[in-house]
């Protein structure tokens, strides 16, 4: 990309220097992909005081020299390896990771086992590597000190280069001007100006020009006052308060029930933080990136940056070149604005910590609440982690670990005095002795639903169920039809359309048709079993078929339905959700997508179809997730001036998780989840990481996982570490996309034993078949 002009003294430099022996300026590198370690490449003397750690660089490969992107991670003087390449040029002049990510880069590299060129790969957005919708301008400077130009202008008679010259001497030594405007000034044709280049008066270099692609973008009014905080807002503030003002490390748990103002808390620690001349940096989970919530954040600040998947890429680079530029005082992004290049940091906050959306399922397997953490012990900065529903890893480490490193702060009610929702449940079992038929809405929810619609009030029905019907089997042979490539039965999906909120067009799926969930297979729904030629029956639920059964129960309902299938895009998502806010529909159903953070004040009703649907699933964290799901989405109700109501359809009325979460009883869950998980020595109490193996040949999935569990097994012996294994045996889904999987586990009560075991069974190269073995460590998906 640069346009490098000789210089006059080039002659200074033999061309011998660029095939130098193997000491001299060393640059250590960490490569995009394929390889475990780092790698060190001579920087030849055209490219010496240039490259810089942070940058990314080409770099020749293997004994065909392939010209491979690399990253550099360490500058020195010279290095133990005999006969080093040379590097072969600067991919990116600028430095894409600063000190302190590069720092957290290499603890994710440890911590999570990922090869650290892997993990800077997800640190830097792609559209940044590629830089997409950057603007280049050519900039000119002076090559020689001004005494010396005067000389030049002394002697030259040349009356374009004395004007070119002339106008250069009035600009900025450092900061040079963009070529065509020089000539312009100096008025001499640009070729002029590339001719004194050539001869080494000036140097030409094209750079991004910064200013033409961020000045668009300092977006927000920044001039909603703050709002005036409750007692209990206040406490928890002045706390905060006076950490922000202190700076250095510390975790703060900010639990609070729904509705109990929490982001107003953020809202007047960021503007402290500001106020101090810091910035802040604000997660939240990708779904919950509505524009309601950015719209808080914009009222409040005039500088906002917004992170999401609805940007384009333009967009997406420009966004992190302001931020990198300290152009934005605050940034709002999901999982990955965890590496957002903030320079001077004062504060993060993590919202609804608990959410798993914010563990990465691919390599490197970070979970970004985890690395936000550790930015802030980095950077020596305060970190708020708020939520309703805390994971109980949180909850049980700021409740238990001692100040001043974690503190618990509570918002044990909602804001303007509103009570919770108001709690029911519907016994499923009675429903179905008393009434003829398959009804997924009872009468219960019905009759509240009519009414609360005739009142003009809107309401929110959740259902954790994507599709028609979860199961397609048959009722003679009671064969479910399974997916061919895993083993899971495959989910009928009547249709893509979204009543009344208009269809997304994208929709990838036509009538009729059977998806896998995990392998995104399709087929035609069969019009008789394969097995046994007898006709096929549907049975479950899944949102289509509930959307189906309300439009039949109430015709004349404006609503929609909101699931990954029938929301292809953000924006499908944002437009149905500001046709709801505007009380275009009356009712909309969905998935967990509908169940964060919207805050819509004419909700009064919540029902939650199935209470039950997350609870049987194979994973120790099921409890866990159904009590958080109920409480969230039972949040949603009554944040207006009525009072809200929740009604949970369930065939276990007397679980108590379910109960529990009715009363939006986190303490009681936490206590009495925490206890069993003690027992049996699940985390918190325990570390976990998970090895899952794949192969589509089983006997060579039984001869990986034999080879890497005597490679565990002998680190743990080695190593002398309390580490206990177990497996390898198959995962809960035992098959996907064709590739059967198998898992070991590993266990201990110290992070620390387990880094070491992990580090040495990757020393031994436990892992090199990337594509074969995956390194999860603190899993939060069991499957
Ligand atoms: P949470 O994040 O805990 O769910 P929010 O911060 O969204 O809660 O607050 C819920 C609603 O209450 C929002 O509409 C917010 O503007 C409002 N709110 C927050 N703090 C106060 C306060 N001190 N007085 C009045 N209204 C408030
Ligand atoms: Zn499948």
């Not at 600063?98 to 060129?117: D, K, T």
């Not at 929110?460 to 083993?487: A, Q």
């Not at 953070?597 to 964290?621: C, E, M």
Request: charged share 25%; hydrophobic share 40%; net charge positive.
């Amino acid at each position: 990309m640069l346009t490098d002009s000789a210089t006059l003294f080039g002659d200074l430099q033999p061309p011998m220097a660029e095939e130098s022996v193997a000491s001299g300026p060393v640059a250590q590198v960490a490569l995009e992909q394929g390889v475990d370690r780092t790698l060190d490449y001579i920087i030849p003397a055209k490219l010496s005081g240039r490259v810089q750690i942070g940058m990314r660089v080409r770099v020749p490969l293997g004994r065909g020299n392939r010209a491979v992107r690399a990253w550099v991670v360490a500058l020195k003087s010279a290095s133990d390896v005999p006969r080093l390449k040379n590097l072969l040029g600067i991919d990116d002049e600028r430095v894409l990771i600063s000190p302190p990510v590069m720092q957290l880069a290499r603890w994710i590299g440890r911590y999570y086992s990922a090869p650290l060129g892997v993990v800077l790969e997800s640190v830097i957005p792609a559209a940044v590597k590629k830089k997409i919708g950057i603007g280049y301008s050519n900039i000119v400077r002076l090559a020689l000190e001004p005494e010396k130009i005067q000389e030049v202008l002394e002697k030259t008679k040349a009356r374009k280069r004395r004007a070119v010259l002339s106008r250069l001497l009035q600009v900025e030594k450092e900061k040079g001007i963009e070529l065509n405007r020089l000539a312009g000034e100096a008025g001499v044709k640009p070729p002029t100006v590339r001719k004194m280049a050539a001869l080494g008066l000036v140097t030409i270099r094209s750079e991004i020009d910064l200013p033409k692609m961020t000045e668009k973008l300092a977006r927000g009014l920044g001039e909603e006052p703050k709002m005036e905080l409750n007692a209990d807002q206040q406490k928890a503030f002045d706390e905060l308060r006076s950490r922000v003002i202190g700076g250095g490390f510390s975790v703060n748990l900010l639990h609070g029930v729904t509705g109990s103002g929490k982001t107003e808390i953020y809202l007047q620690v960021i503007a402290e933080t500001i106020a101090r001349g810091k910035r802040a940096l604000v997660l939240v989970p990708e779904i919950a990136l509505t524009p309601q919530t950015v719209i808080r954040f914009k009222a409040r600040f005039k500088r906002v940056a917004v992170l999401h998947s609805g940007l384009t890429a333009t967009e997406r680079h420009r966004f992190w070149q302001q931020i990198s530029d300290g152009g934005a005082d605050v940034a709002v992004g999901a999982r990955s604005a965890v590496f957002a290049p903030m320079p001077g940091l004062g504060a993060i906050v993590v919202d609804e910590e608990h959410d798993s959306s914010y563990k990465q399922d691919q390599a490197p397997r970070y979970h970004a609440r985890d690395v936000a953490i550790k930015r802030a012990q980095i950077e020596n900065i305060p970190i708020i982690l708020g939520s309703a529903t805390p994971s109980l890893e949180m909850y049980r480490l700021c409740k238990e670990q001692p100040p001043p490193r974690y503190h618990y702060l509570t918002l044990p009610n909602r804001v303007r005095g509103l009570a919770l929702a108001a709690s029911e449940l519907v016994d499923m079992h009675q429903e179905r002795r008393l009434r003829r038929g398959v009804h997924l809405i009872s009468q219960r929810l019905e009759h509240l639903l009519r009414t609360t619609i005739e009142s003009g009030r809107q309401a929110i029905l959740l259902l954790n169920r994507r599709g028609y019907s979860n199961f397609v089997f048959c009722s003679s042979c009671g064969e479910p039809i399974k997916c061919n490539y895993c083993d899971t039965t495959m989910t009928y999906h009547r249709s893509v359309e979204t009543r009344a909120a208009g269809a997304s067009s994208a929709a990838a799926l036509h009538t009729g048709q059977m998806l896998c969930h995990y392998c995104l297979a399709t087929s035609v729904l069969p019009e008789k079993c394969p097995i046994c030629g007898k006709k096929l029956s549907l049975f479950g639920l899944g949102t289509q078929r509930v959307e189906e059964e309300l439009g039949r129960k109430m015709p004349d309902l404006k609503f929609a339905r909101v699931d990954s299938d029938s929301m292809r895009t953000f924006k499908d998502y944002e437009s149905t959700l500001a046709k709801f806010a505007r009380g275009e529909l009356q009712v909309i159903l969905g998935t967990q997508m509908i169940a964060k953070g919207l805050d819509f004040p004419n909700v009064t009703l919540v029902g939650v179809i199935s209470g039950d649907t997350a609870l049987a699933l194979p994973d120790f964290r099921a409890a866990e997730r159904t009590f958080q799901l109920i409480t969230q989405v039972a949040g949603r109700a009554g944040r207006g001036d009525a009072a809200g109501r929740v009604v949970v359809q369930t065939f276990l009325p007397d679980d108590p998780t379910i109960r529990t979460a009715l009363k939006q009883d986190y303490i009681g869950f936490a206590a009495s989840e925490l206890k069993g998980r003690r027992e049996i020595n699940l985390p918190p109490y325990s570390r976990m990481a998970r090895f899952i193996l794949r192969h589509q040949d089983q006997v060579e999935l039984l001869k990986l996982g034999q080879e890497l569990a005597e490679k565990t097994n002998a680190a743990i012996a080695e190593t002398k570490s309390p580490v206990t294994m177990r497996g390898p045996m198959p995962c809960a889904i035992g098959r996907i996309a064709g590739f059967h999987r198998n898992q070991i586990l590993l266990q201990s009560d110290r992070a620390e034993a387990l880094q070491i075991v992990l580090q040495s069974v990757r020393a031994a190269g436990g892992f090199s078949k990337a594509e074969a073995v995956a390194v999860d460590v603190d899993p939060v998906a069991m499957l």
